[in-house]
């Protein structure tokens, strides 16, 4: 089942120079792809630094913050599966691109009004429309590169969206107060966040070319065509389970790290944003470590070591007296963690066929999205109450029980070693 164009742990370059060789020797698509990482994480990492922050300045508390990022999450988690199949029937690029410019719309919509009722709306149509091209994206990296760069890709787009999120995020944090001089106000006032937030759209439209100029090789099926090649399912299903506990640990925390910076230590945009870009300079190196790690110990000890490994800095983070201390938590956890997220994306979208690989990245999305919803909602409620321990600590003992469950079900065999697709036995054999 699918095609076997994906290179083992065995199959891999080792060493700097063979790494650096490949990378050079990028395909355009490639090297488009990169441009489009490094476009959309600077837009994107302006905004989320800063949007909470300024809906607290509105006036919002932040249960409401919670509550309107699972408006998002749930709409997000509805339509990402219609979106997948879409993709499979009419191509990942188009899918993208329309996606994409809709959902930069309802983004600098959400700017031009203070309505509860129109912002928890719009925030709803703004998840529904990133389900559209956030399913594409990783089977769209798969598509329109070659096997033998595929890895280094992913990893080096993920080093280098640290990065650029890094210098995003320092920007994020200047811009308010160049503007609230400006403006001759507060730097958490609403005008210079808000106008910070307007700073992001040029570049989100910019953002726009490289996925517009990389050619793919698409070839449209039917529905019947679509229905037959739909088979791994009991891949499927496996990772439904991990990745819906990943989502009930993820909408505990990730999207509210600012606003724990902000409402447990009194910090400004400007001082977690250089702890968050800090961090993100630094996990873009381990990052790049990726394909070593999986030279040394393979693929599935690469994704489910660091990410428990991490896992403490977690549960330490809303514990530490200090902003200092908080800081080096998170910086510590993002270190260690960073090491498995490209690979994991990798992994999982080689675990099927290329003509399935939007509708199961659409499932995967839904049983990701809707656990955060449902855990962003009772964020609000435990941030209100100041009970960040709890909050992080639940969150650690769900990814754990993730990562546990993702080792069992996707441990290399001793026939494989640690190759996770054998020959002979096809993408869905090991399972």
Known sequence: MGSNDSPTENDSPSGIQEYWKIVQNFSPNAKLLLARGILGTFSGSIWGLIFNIYLLSLGFDKAF????????????????????????????????????????????????????????????????SAGFHAVTGRPFMLEVTEPEERMHLFTLSGSIRQITGAEGRIIAGVLPLLLASYFGVDSLSPEPLRWALFCAVPLRILGLLPTYLIRERWQRQDVRTWITNLKSYSVLAKLTLTSGLSGLAAGLTWP???????????????????????????????????????????????????????????????LSSTFLLASLMYLL???????????????????????????????LHAVNEFPMGATARIAGPLMLSNLWGTQFGWAAGLMLASLVLFFIFFRPTKKSRHNPFPKGRGRGGLL
Request: avoid cysteine; glycine fraction near 12%; aromatic fraction near 14%.
């Open 256 to 318: 509210f790290f600012n606003v724990f910076f902000f409402d447990r230590h009194g910090a400004e945009p400007l001082e977690f944003g250089l702890v968050f870009a800090l961090t993100g300079v630094l996990t873009s190196f381990t990052t790049l470590l990726s394909p070593v790690f999986v030279q040394k110990i393979g693929r599935l000890n690469t994704i489910v070591f660091p990410a428990i490994l991490s896992l403490p800095f977690l549960v330490i983070m809303p």
């Open 333 to 363: 956890r993002g270190l260690v963690g960073s090491v498995s997220g490209p690979i994991e994306g990798l992994f999982t979208m080689e675990l099927v066929g290329r003509e399935e690989r939007g509708t199961v990245e659409g499932v």
């Open 65 to 128: 913050v919670g509550v309107m990022l699972s408006y998002d999450w749930f709409a997000h988690g509805a339509l990402v599966i219609p979106a997948g199949i879409i993709s499979d029937l009419f191509g990942r690029r188009r899918v993208y691109l329309i996606a994409f410019f809709v959902n930069m719309l309802i983004g600098f919509a959400m700017l031009f009004t203070v309505d509860m009722g129109w912002l928890l709306t719009l925030s709803a149509l703004s998840g529904a």
